[in-house]
Nanobody, 122 residues
């Protein structure tokens, strides 16, 4: 019932910018932490940025000063503005939301988006 839909990925040149969007839909009771992870070919999935319900943010060292996470709680959406992109940012980016659904259970769980490809050329 709960789905996370991502958009905004694409191919850009080094130094360019992209904005990723993720919106949660379905029978949602509560959303807590929202964030972004990424996985490059041959690499493990890593945290990029998170934002908790109180507005506190956390960033991977590699993206600090370049990426900005934000959220719109009225829309159940989270965004990732990526500036000064580097080739090493190339990865599939996944939205992650710590969410409590209304149905079928009220178990808090990490939900994942489908992933969106970000490719940065040099």
């Amino acid at each position: 019932q709960v789905q996370l839909v991502e958009s905004g990925g694409g191919l850009v040149q080094a130094g360019g910018s992209l904005r990723l969007s993720c919106a949660a839909s379905g029978s949602i009771l509560q959303i807590d932490t929202m964030g972004w992870y990424r996985q490059a070919p041959g690499k493990q999935r890593e945290l990029v940025a998170t934002s908790d319900s109180g507005g506190s943010t956390n960033y991977a060292e590699s993206v600090k000063g370049r990426f900005t996470i934000s959220r719109d709680n009225t829309k159940n959406a989270v965004y990732l503005k990526m500036n000064s992109l580097k080739p090493e940012d190339t990865a599939v980016y996944y939205c992650n939301v710590l969410l409590t659904p209304l149905f079928p259970t009220r178990d808090t769980y990490n939900y994942w988006g489908q992933g969106t490809q970000v490719t940065v050329s040099s």
